[in-house]
């Protein structure tokens, strides 16, 4: 799996838009990104994913380059109970859940 | 809302001590993952099986740790004897298809 890039830190206004950026040079061509996180405390949560496109759920949306070497998950309308550790993993898929190789992610704090 | 469950969620042992913690995936999910969380290391993969079968387990120190599947109910990781750097955060996750895991709340574990 593609190893990924991402600040360890970025702070947002309530009621903003956080964009959250992942460098993912290695990615090949099979190779999805995901995001997931983890707010103190809890189990890590999948927020989002994609191969080429971008996506957009009730969560987020996840814009990815055209040449896919990085993208970007952008939270529309960030609230104080977003704030928490953001993974962006890249990982090929097979049909079958696999593990989930984590880096140290970005921790997003959103200030009142 | 199906959600997977870990028990304990706290357990505070001493040095030496066996220690189990249980797993109940979501109805349904094939993949068993568990990981382990420190602040020094992140969230690690220990072992993950699919319809019961271990397929991953190079992630656990063999000589003191083991996971079972005893049923598709119930997932099982046991350390013995634990030791004072085994202190972590372990979770379970489930899953069936590629595209997400559910992660359980973790059991906080402390040997002194």
């Not at chain 1, 009621?15 to 983890?38: K, M």
């Not at chain 2, 979501?26 to 420190?38: A, K, S």
């Amino acid at each position: 799996d593609a190893k990924t890039t991402q600040p360890p830190s970025m702070d947002c206004a309530e009621g903003r838009a956080a964009n959250l950026p992942c460098n993912h040079s290695t990615i090949s061509g099979n190779e999805y990104v995901y995001w997931y996180r983890q707010i103190h405390s809890q189990g890590p949560q999948y927020i989002i994913h994609g191969l080429k496109n971008n996506e957009t759920n009730e969560m987020a949306s996840l814009i990815i380059t055209e040449d896919r070497k990085s993208s970007t998950l952008i939270l529309p309308h960030a609230t104080l109970r977003d704030t928490a550790v953001y993974y962006c993993i890249v990982r090929a898929d097979s049909g079958s859940a696999r593990q989930l190789t984590f880096g140290s992610g970005t921790q997003l704090t959103v200030l009142p | 809302d199906a959600r997977v469950t870990q028990t304990p969620r706290d357990k505070v042992t001493e040095m030496g001590q066996e220690v189990t913690m249980r797993c109940q995936p979501i109805l349904g999910h094939n993949t068993v993952f568990w990981y382990r969380q420190t602040m020094m290391q992140g969230l690690e993969l220990l072992a993950y099986f699919r319809n019961r079968a271990p397929l991953d387990d190079s992630g656990m120190p063999k000589d003191r740790f083991s996971a079972e599947m005893p049923d598709a109910t119930l997932a099982t990781l046991k350390i013995q004897p634990s030791e004072p750097r085994d202190s972590a955060v372990y979770f379970c996750a489930s899953g069936i298809h590629y595209n997400e895991q559910f992660f359980g709340p973790g059991t906080r574990l402390t040997v002194l």
